[in-house]
């Protein structure tokens, strides 16, 4: 008996230092401990032994179950610290600090042109006015001396919301309401620049969009002339295209300002390109927005801002600014 359990727990010592998994520990462990292992059938026997026989035998049988489920125990421990080492490696991160750069996003070239107008009219001594998106007639159209009948009004190509009674609604087509809503709620002085979106039914193409980005600046003071309009607007080109180019007023028509015109820039081959509109505020703006004119005088400007991005870097297509095609947008 004694050599069966020797022979027996040297035969589990080996298999369980062998064994690879769960389940082939489970089997030796019931086939060395289990009820028809060899260890539960020799305790069986010791009934038939004498007494002394008996101690020695049990002795010895216990001597043996404690060290297969020693065996048993080191197997088990073994296995699970290999399944938690293989979940370590399999949920390991690396947080090894990056040393190469990192690619970062950037402004839109379109919100870089915007900020960087924004900047220079700021350190001209303007403010930044917004106003909403979406606008009745009177504050897009009417309070702007284009009432309903006004040939003008057709021109500008609206984009309406229908929202029923009391009023007719529309996406704004120009940033001037925003002056409006500035000189009714806004004692004079004012000296304002009004950047956003503006909608109209334009197709796009090379040079249109449906949706686009304008700027409009309004001063409203004692004595103010042609004269400063057009001191402000030089200032305003060399502040942004540099001290080498140059700004010249053309006679034009608008119902908003008069006398109006229209603004150019010169190019480096001696050429001149259009940029925007201006003029001096017209009386019945003025009125409309309880100003006195014979007190109050002022004159307003407007351009695209789109299309200034697109004279600045000289782009052949203005879609290329919505198109987001992350090859064109990385290069600004």
């Known amino acids: 008996m004694i ?8 035969e589990a010592e080996t298999r369980l230092t062998a064994v690879t998994d769960l389940d082939q520990l489970k089997a030796l462990d019931s086939e060395f401990l289990g009820k028809k292992s060899l260890v539960s059938s020799l305790k069986k026997q010791l009934g038939g032994l004498d007494p002394e026989e008996r101690k020695v035998a049990g002795r010895a049988i216990n ?18 610290a290999e399944a938690l080492a293989k979940r370590y490696e399999a949920e390991r991160l690396d947080l090894t600090e990056q040393l190469h750069r990192i690619e970062r996003g950037h402004y839109h070239l379109v919100t870089q042109a915007r900020d960087r107008l924004e900047d220079v009219f700021v350190g001209m001594g303007f403010h930044i006015a917004e106003g909403p998106e979406v606008e009745s007639a009177w504050y897009n159209f009417e309070a702007l001396n284009i009432p309903e009948w006004h040939p003008a009004r057709g021109s500008f190509d609206t984009i309406f919301v229908d929202l029923g009674e009391p009023e007719e609604v529309m996406l704004r087509s120009h940033t001037s309401p925003v002056q409006i809503r500035t000189m009714e709620n806004q004692e004079p002085p004012i000296y304002i620049v009004a950047p956003g979106r503006t909608f109209r039914t334009d197709t796009a193409d090379a040079t249109h969009l449906p949706a686009f980005n304008q700027i409009e600046g309004l001063v ?29 007023l053309r006679p034009s028509y ?75 947008l990385r290069q600004f």
Not at 3 to 10: D, F, G, K, S
Not at 321 to 327: G, Y
Request: proline share 4%; with cysteine; glycine share 10%.
């Open 3 to 10: 050599e069966q359990l020797q022979n027996a727990v040297a």
């Open 254 to 328: 608008f119902p908003f300002t008069e006398p109006s015109a229209e603004f150019d820039i010169s190019r480096p081959d001696g050429s001149w390109l259009e940029l925007g509109g201006c003029g001096m505020v017209h009386p019945n703006v003025l009125r409309n927005c309880g100003i006195d004119p014979d007190e109050w005088q002022g004159f307003a400007f407007g351009f695209g801002i789109d299309r200034l991005a697109v004279m600045r870097y000289q782009l052949d297509d203005i879609r290329e600014l919505v198109n987001n095609d992350v090859r064109f």
């Open 220 to 248: 409203i003071d004692r004595g103010i002339t042609m004269g400063d309009l057009a001191g402000t607007i030089d200032s305003f080109v060399h502040a942004f295209f540099g001290g080498d180019v140059k700004s010249r």
């Open 63 to 80: 001597d043996s179950r404690r060290r297969i489920e020693e065996a048993v125990a080191e197997a088990r421990s073994r296995l699970d």
